[in-house]
């Protein structure tokens, strides 16, 4: 644990991956104030001190402070942590505005695009917030690992190199480490874009096709985000990083990624109002694989997993004919 600092964050989204960076804020001396936006689950968090629902048998630090008052979460805070679905961050960025100063520095852990926009988060950020300071968050990362204290290493991208580094240490720990970064863009696509290719990696194993078809989904899915990724400003080193292969290759491979439980659901035959029902929580990959498609047809960019996701979460298309439709594609060279 860091010794005592003068730091207040709100962290704001109560969920998984809110309560689990709370927990490592909180370890690290900081005072924390995590807003959720339903009353009685903030009740229960501040009586239980622990997030029952999704991280169950993890204590919150003394520290961390429930709060389910929006204002009151933010009064004196040095920085703010937004941790909400992408659908909602919008509205609750809206809501922060006239409640913190510029001088007030403010990131964000959530992965996806503004739906219906295609907007990165960080356009939304900053046509809201004019003055402040922004970062992102975002790399390999399951919530419960980290609320375990896990060794994790992450990415933190912002718009000035003494926020990024400011942010990283705030996260810093003996057993988490964070990387900075100028490339707000790349992160933010790497982090996004990789949960439609969970799904992908999800259907494919659902459906039996072996650990070859698994790595060339990973490898081939790496090429699409990069070259989305480089059509709209991003740096193609970050796609070879924690916030690029790194978060895509852990989607993809492990169960813990609600997105890969998706696509695995998928296969089984559900559909995704039931799949979503069995998972429990938001599963960001869905919104985003329609973003994605409109992206990709805007910006002129190949994506044809991200593409046969698409059809399969939208037009009905069955997963057996996602696979044949990219086996059968022309025969072309590896390059990106």
């Not at 622990?50 to 003394?62: S, T």
């Not at 990131?107 to 970062?135: C, I, M, N, Y």
């Not at 999800?202 to 490898?219: K, S």
């Not at 699409?224 to 690029?244: K, Q």
Request: charged residues 20%.
């Amino acid at each position: 644990m860091s010794s005592p600092s003068d730091n207040t964050i709100a962290v704001l989204g109560a969920g998984s991956w809110g309560t689990a960076l709370a927990i490592l804020l909180g370890h690290n001396s900081h005072t924390v104030r995590l807003w959720g936006h339903l009353p009685a689950e903030v009740e229960a968090l501040s009586r239980d001190r622990e997030n029952k629902a999704f991280l169950p048998g993890i204590r919150l630090p003394d520290n961390v402070n429930p709060q389910a008052n929006l204002e009151a979460a933010l009064k004196g805070a040095t920085e703010v942590l937004i941790v909400v679905p992408s659908h909602a961050f919008r509205a609750v960025v809206t809501s922060i505005a006239p409640l913190v100063s510029p001088s007030t520095g403010i990131a964000w852990a959530t992965k996806g695009f503004e739906p219906g926009s295609q907007r990165l988060l960080s356009d939304v950020a900053r046509e809201l917030l004019s003055e402040s300071d922004l970062a992102v968050i975002s790399g390999p990362t399951f919530a419960g690992e980290v609320a375990r204290c896990l060794p994790t290493a992450v990415t933190v991208a912002a718009s000035s190199q003494a926020h990024a580094s400011r942010m990283a240490n705030l996260l810093h720990a003996p057993w988490f480490r964070a990387y900075t970064s100028d490339d707000l863009i790349g992160v933010q696509i790497g982090g996004a874009s990789k949960n439609v290719l969970a799904i992908a990696a999800g259907i494919a194993d659902g459906l039996g096709f072996g650990a070859n078809t698994r790595a060339a989904l990973i490898t081939r899915g790496l090429a699409e985000i990069m070259r989305l990724g480089i059509a709209l400003g991003g740096n193609p080193e970050t796609f070879m990083g924690l916030a690029g292969l790194g978060d895509l290759v852990l989607t993809c491979t492990d169960n813990q990624s609600r997105n890969r439980r998706m696509g695995l659901a998928l296969a089984e035959g559900l559909t995704i109002d039931a799949a979503k029902l069995r998972i429990g929580q938001e599963v960001e990959g869905v919104h985003t694989a329609q973003e994605v498609f409109k992206l990709a047809h805007r910006t002129g960019v190949e994506m044809p997993i991200s593409e046969q996701v698409y059809r399969v979460l939208y037009e009905g298309q069955a997963p057996e004919a996602a696979v044949r439709n990219l086996l059968d594609r022309r025969l072309k060279s590896e390059g990106i």
